[in-house]
């Protein structure tokens, strides 16, 4: 979870754009430690109180459908490194070699994967990968190669740190499978619409990382799945908050 040293990042993330971001988390690097103790503990007692509920998603999941349980498609986390994501399974199998962005009434998602989706639980087997440190309970979602490509030099900066199974990007933008079900190509939609407003979020969100960010953000996580919406700053709310935190590392 620390952040590493700039020479040993990757070359096509020591860039100007990239640098603002890994000096001001390089001198958090003591909250990032005890934000990875924190997600081993938390992650290991869950993923043993969740036992029998993944018990019963992957019999209920065989059931239903042809396949595996899980979904192991390859996504990006800390320093673009490639890993294989666990998801629990909730579209047929060969699914992703249509579109890579989900609408809504989706026919590839099968019976029992409308409603794991509807309750977020494809995404509760992240606690394997962030037990085994290729994810954090708070950060930036991991994407495909096909998004991460159309990353700007800026948004590299969200590889500073590993991928996250929820974000403040992800709890405003939980109804993005609404806002591009009315176009003809989600893909491009996605990418040039949904990605930036997004990653502007998360790299807001990269500076604040640390334990006490990541529970809040966890508890607004929870009342979301509740049925909780959360309303998109205004611009001028995101220049107060701005200036607020130049005021912090100028202070």
């Not at 991460?148 to 405003?172: K, N, R, V």
């Not at 701005?242 to 912090?248: R, T």
Request: proline share 3%; net charge positive; aromatic share 10%.
């Amino acid at each position: 979870m620390l952040v590493c040293k700039w020479e040993k990042l990757p070359v096509a993330m020591q860039t100007d754009a990239v640098k603002p971001y890994y000096q001001a988390l390089r001198k958090r690097n003591f909250s990032l430690l005890l934000k990875r103790i924190f997600d081993i503990v938390v992650s290991f007692i869950m993923l043993l109180l969740l036992l029998p509920l993944f018990i019963l998603l992957a019999i209920a999941i065989k059931l239903d459908s042809r396949g595996p349980v899980f979904y192991r498609q390859v996504r990006y986390t800390q320093y673009g490194k490639e890993f294989r994501i666990h998801k629990f399974r909730s579209m047929t199998v060969g699914a992703d070699k249509g579109s890579l962005v989900t609408v809504k009434n989706d026919n590839r998602i099968t019976k029992v994967g409308k409603i794991i989706r509807k309750l977020k639980l494809d995404e509760i087997s992240q606690l394997i990968d962030v037990f085994e440190g290729k994810m954090t309970f708070v950060g930036c979602r991991p994407e495909v190669k096909k998004y991460i490509d159309a990353y700007s030099e800026e948004m590299t900066a969200t590889f500073l740190l590993p991928a996250g199974i929820t974000s403040m990007a992800s709890l405003l933008y939980k109804d993005e499978n609404d806002l591009i079900d009315a176009f003809d190509d989600p893909d491009k939609v996605y990418i040039e619409k949904i990605l930036p407003e997004k990653m502007v979020y998360n790299l807001q969100e990269l500076k604040k990382a640390g334990v006490c960010h990541d529970i809040k953000v966890m508890f607004m996580t929870f009342f979301a799945v509740l049925g909780k919406d959360y309303a998109k700053k205004t611009k001028a709310g995101e220049k107060k908050e701005n200036n607020e935190e130049k005021g912090k590392e100028n202070g």
